[in-house]
């Protein structure tokens, strides 16, 4: 027998998702209720029957009931009356007895459906007798109860239509108690080779299931791959399989189906963003291959949207850590779909920068780098910074900045540090002038009619013609942006980046984002409007001698102001004396352990401020510099003592007249005060530079070569000279190559390779001959005992 399709179709995947909650759990209270109201019918209509059948097997009468003996007033439960026995015989005449009995040897009246034998009439006469009310009820003798019938579809004849039917089959009604009692057994049994399967076989099982998957998604995915457009309509097939139901694969499957469907679209979507059709373009007739084309793009469309948003709804779960009814996935399971979901995300926002909701990516991931999670936070700024730098246009990265921006100022500038430093690596290095650009990429133009009539014959114009529509195809076809797009979406990411660092330097001084809004200053200063460079330095100045700023910080503001007095700041009258001081001052404390922290960043300034502002520095002050940094080169690491000196020898080559400090005669008058934090007035010219000659047996051997290089004055040619690897070399670069980050020695100690002697020496080898017959003859002398009389020598020395 088949049962009965529901003609209600299974909603789709689309609908379900905009059903609400609510909707669904009224929609299943009513399904149970309805379930439980046919049950209850049922089950009133079977304990008829069987009462019906008990009593026909005993003989006795079945009391006759009647629905006019009911007191209006009084509501008596139908389930009571159901149930209630039959009328004592006291209570009847002997007629009525003795016709009961007569009824009673007929089969016909009690072996039949008592169900079926209630009064149809709702109103009856007040004088009519029990017994002409059941002798007017038709009977009818039912050996076996009434099949119901089910209507197929009929077939259709010469002679005509001919209707089928079949029979629906009917649960025997005496074994449906037994059938309920049994059924919580049956289940038991079902359920107990599972609760008997140990953990051994329980993982077999496992390990088969997700092969299975493993193969199942393998297939789709390579059908996919293999013809995109053909078999579009399996990426929801696949996409189906992030709702997995087995709890015991379920977070392996979904993760799996989450790469699998990343890595796809990486490899199918087109390099073009899709627009969705307008109403004429839908109305118009066009080829196969067009209409097959735009099934694809509108099928890779909405799959990918639903893709986005199952991963946004993973995230959601995982932030508000709340079960579903389910209860397919743990809560602790929710954190590592979350971290699959988060890494696809980012994946795609690198990947897929011109497709479509690209900027409901951003607006996911933004938030997601303020993260508690460290690994989250850290994964989706390492996406930003990898967007940013790949970036050539700045569309993405504008789009980036402004939502970065916007979620700071609504935070209060209570975020992470890490999401300003992603900043610095923007790919914006300069602003051109407009005069530039326009001479730069001048638009070509065409020769009009009156220009070719005059100048071009009949077919030179018919030439010229064909080679300037091929020329527009051309430039259309390579749709290369120019420049002045490009310089546009810069500034305005520019003036995005500096109205977030300035609000922090206004509102946010003691914010943890100071050190990396000052380290972005220091890289965009040469960008900055030069109205604003007054204002900023004493900003600057302000923050230094606060004494609040730590001294990586304080460094930092140093770089800013002498990045913005080099680029436009060089037509200010602005006397940056203070800063001179603050840097020369704080030298010493440079973290000279592991760490390295701040070496960077100080050969950073001090190329800045005296090397590329060699016209505005003073000799005297670039005597104190050099000064002290070979004594700072005395008491940090190997890679720190290189840059150091190396920055010495590009300071003695830009100043030549230093090199009176490799002399011990002094010059002028005063003494040399290397306690006194003014370089102007530290008498630097009276002192030498001994620190060379305790580096020039240091165990590094870079930085001996450097001091004795130094030492016979930086020479560019001789036996003295640099070899080219480390004079062509800036002194960060070699901080950076000879960097101990690794805990080893950079260059490597050479191993000794002295070969090996095959007589070893021993002790008497190395002593005189006669010294050693001396030694053997007294060794075999034997030893005579003699009186120990010291008086004869005292004797003697009297005497």
């Not at 088949?2 to 609908?15: D, E, H, I, T």
């Not at 994964?379 to 700071?408: H, N, P, T, W």
Request: net charge positive.
């Amino acid at each position: 027998m088949k049962a009965r399709r529901n003609k209600k179709q299974v909603p789709s995947f689309r609908k379900l998702l905009k059903t609400s909650k609510v909707k669904l759990e009224n929609k299943l209270k009513n399904k149970q209720f309805k379930q439980q109201s046919t049950l209850k019918k049922y089950r009133k209509e079977q304990r008829k029957l069987r009462q019906a059948v008990k009593d026909a097997v005993s003989k006795k009468p079945v009391p006759l009931e009647d629905p006019k003996e009911k007191q209006p007033g009084k509501r008596i439960e139908r389930e009571e009356e159901e149930e209630e026995e039959a009328l004592p015989l006291d209570m009847m005449d002997e007629d009525d007895l003795q016709l009961m009995k007569d009824l009673g040897q007929r089969a016909s009246f009690l072996t039949r459906d008592i169900s079926s034998s209630e009064p149809v009439h709702v109103k009856k006469r007040k004088h009519e007798s029990v017994i002409d009310k059941y002798e007017k009820i038709p009977r009818t003798l039912q050996t076996a109860p009434e099949k119901e019938l089910i209507h197929l579809l009929p077939i259709k004849d010469k002679s005509g239509i001919i209707p089928q039917t079949r029979e629906k089959p009917v649960i025997d009604s005496n074994q449906d108690e037994e059938d309920q009692e049994e059924m919580e057994p049956e289940e038991e049994i079902i359920e107990k080779p599972i609760k008997e399967l140990t953990l051994e076989e329980h993982l077999i099982e496992r390990k088969k299931k997700l092969q299975e998957r493993k193969m199942h998604i393998a297939a789709l995915a390579s059908a996919i791959l293999s013809d995109p457009e053909s078999n579009i309509k399996k990426l929801k097939e696949l996409r189906s399989m992030l709702m997995e139901q087995d709890p015991d694969v379920a977070v392996t499957v979904r993760k799996l189906v989450i790469v699998s469907l990343m890595e796809l679209f990486k490899d199918i979507t087109p390099s073009y963003k899709i627009r969705p059709l307008t109403e004429a373009e839908k109305s118009t007739k066009i080829r196969k291959e067009t209409q097959k084309l735009r099934e694809f793009e509108e099928g890779l469309v909405s799959q990918y949207k639903f893709y986005l948003e199952n991963l946004e709804q993973m995230i959601k779960d995982w932030k508000q850590r709340k079960l579903k009814k389910s209860n397919v996935v743990s809560l602790k399971a929710y954190k590592g779909l979350a971290e699959v979901a988060v890494k696809s995300l980012c994946e795609l926002l690198v990947a897929l920068p011109h497709f479509n909701f690209h900027n409901n990516i951003i607006v996911l991931i933004v938030p997601l780098m303020n993260d508690m999670s460290k690994l989250i936070s850290e994964m989706c700024c390492e996406a930003v910074k990898k967007l940013f730098k790949q970036d050539k246009l700045g569309q993405a990265s504008l789009g980036v900045i402004k939502v970065i921006s916007g979620y700071v100022k609504g935070r209060n500038y209570e975020v992470r540090p890490e999401m300003l430093k992603t900043f610095l690596c923007l790919r914006i290095k300069e602003i051109e002038v407009k005069k530039d650009t326009e001479d730069i990429n001048k638009p070509k133009k065409f020769m009009t009619f009156k220009e070719k009539r005059k100048t071009l014959s009949r077919m030179q114009r018919k030439w010229k013609k064909a080679e300037e529509k091929l020329e527009r195809e051309l430039r259309e076809a390579e749709a290369s942006e120019s420049t002045e797009k490009k310089l546009k979406l810069h500034t305005e990411t520019l003036n995005i980046v500096f109205v977030t660092y300035f609000r922090i330097l206004k509102k946010a001084q003691r914010s943890p984002l100071l050190p990396a809004v000052l380290e972005g200053l220091a890289k965009f200063a040469h960008l900055i409007n030069v109205e604003f460079f007054d204002d900023l330095l004493v900003v600057l100045h302000s923050l230094i001698e606060s004494g609040d700023l730590s001294y990586q910080e304080s460094l930092h503001c140093v770089q800013t102001a002498f990045h913005i007095l080099s680029g436009q700041g060089d037509v200010l009258n602005i006397d940056p004396m203070k800063f001179y001081t603050h840097l020369y001052k704080t030298l010493f404390k440079l973290h000279a352990g592991a760490t390295n922290e701040g070496v960077e960043t100080v050969l950073q300034c001090l190329d800045v401020m005296l090397t590329k502002r060699r016209k505005q520095v003073s000799q005297q002050r670039a005597l104190a510099f050099i000064k002290r940094l070979c004594t700072l080169a005395l008491h940090v690491l190997p890679n720190s003592s290189i840059g150091i000196l190396a920055t010495n020898r590009i300071l003695m080559h830009t100043f030549p007249k230093t090199d009176l400090l490799l002399d011990n005669e002094s010059q002028g008058s005063g003494v040399f005060l290397p306690e006194l934090d003014e370089p102007e007035y530290c008498n630097a010219q009276n002192t030498a530079l001994w620190e060379l000659h305790a580096l020039r047996r240091h165990y590094h051997p870079i930085v001996q070569r450097l001091a004795v290089h130094l030492i016979a004055g930086a020479p560019s040619e001789g036996s003295e000279a640099l070899k080219p690897e480390l004079s062509r070399r800036s002194a960060a670069e070699l901080f950076e190559a000879y960097s101990m980050a690794a805990m080893t020695f950079n260059p490597p100690v050479e191993s000794s390779n002295s070969k090996r002697k095959d007589k070893v020496l021993q002790g008497d080898s190395f002593l005189n001959e006669e010294l050693n017959q001396l030694i053997k003859r007294h060794c075999s002398q034997v030893a005579t005992p003699l009186p120990l009389d010291f008086t004869k020598c005292l004797e003697t020395s009297l005497r």
